[in-house]
């Protein structure tokens, strides 16, 4: 059907339309019923070797960096919350990073799911090197306690860099947990992370390098543990809706990855936010951004 300008959707339509053009209906669909989709590289927005460039990017970064500069590697596996190696900080380090936040497809996911007044909440490598233990089941709801809203306040787009199954370590989705608008508990593990829930709840994401994962911030997720040698990475693109604070400090971005991105990725990363305002008060206009977010959950 056509899709007007409806007031009642203000946001959803225009981003409606733009994921019908991208050929995304049916993962809407796959989000709406089951949580998270997965979008196959050949329609994932990004010339056919991006996903590799990227890749080898992260390995160079990866190779280069001392792994215990980042304060979460300094842990044990067992107190983190996610195990593997963990590299922050991205968009600095090359344009190819900016390129995957500002993608056509990944746009349109985080609108769709966090409505068009959303920001970059952070953008993170998972890399693990070698066999690797699972990651325990959560939601990415962080800080948010239950009941969390119907209507998903973060959302997940991820770029897939490695071949990702079971044996590789792999993300375990349990569909369908998003309308349980809940935090799952300490019981609700997978038997092959040491709990008492049956591993058939739990549905993992076979996918190719140049993959899009996106899931919900509601849905429950965990990780396979890595029996395989070698490499396994993806690269996650947080969005969160513009009353949620970034876990990223965007603060000390250099100019050239504003004037590379454009005004859309200034305001993705804070440079438009009404909030933390001092005395002078925040900037009208600033406000005029998330107005449409008054109206619906889509502006």
Not at 48 to 57: L, N, T
Not at 117 to 141: E, I, Q, V
Not at 264 to 281: H, S, T, V
Request: aromatic share 10%.
């Amino acid at each position: 059907m056509d899709i007007g300008n409806w007031k009642s959707v203000a946001g959803m339509d225009e981003t409606y339309r733009a994921a019908r053009k991208l050929g995304l209906e049916t993962n809407i669909a796959e989000l709406e019923a089951f949580g998270f989709t997965i979008i196959p590289p050949e329609k994932n927005g990004a010339p056919k070797d991006f996903a590799a460039r990227m890749y080898q990017k992260l390995l160079d970064i990866a190779q280069s960096e001392d792994e215990l500069a980042v304060d979460l590697n300094r842990h044990t596996d067992a107190e983190k919350p996610a195990y593997g190696r963990q590299i922050f900080h991205l968009l600095e380090r090359d344009p190819i990073f900016i390129d995957g936040v500002m993608n056509p497809v990944v746009r349109a996911m985080a609108a769709y799911l966090t409505g068009q007044s959303c920001r970059l909440f952070s953008m993170a490598a998972f890399y693990k090197d070698g066999p690797a233990r699972s990651t325990p089941m959560h939601c990415d709801c962080v800080g948010v306690p239950s009941p969390l809203p119907v209507y998903s306040t973060m959302c997940n787009v991820s770029w897939i860099l490695t071949p990702y199954n079971e044996e590789t370590g792999t993300l375990g989705m349990v569909p369908g947990s998003h309308r349980l608008c809940r935090h799952p508990t300490q019981f609700e593990q997978p038997k092959f992370i040491g709990g008492a829930m049956d591993d058939d709840l739990v549905a993992p994401v076979r996918a190719e390098p140049g993959s899009l994962v996106v899931f919900m911030g509601n849905t429950w997720h965990c990780t396979y543990p890595k029996t395989s040698d070698g490499v396994r990475a993806h690269i996650v693109t947080a969005f969160g809706r513009n009353f949620v604070a970034a876990a990223e400090d965007f603060s000390d971005m250099p100019e050239s990855v504003l004037d590379y991105g454009g005004p859309e990725l200034a305001r993705l990363l804070g440079r438009r936010n009404w909030q933390g305002y001092g005395r002078a008060g925040p900037k009208l206009e600033d406000i005029g951004l998330v107005r449409a977010a008054y109206q619906t959950q889509y502006g």
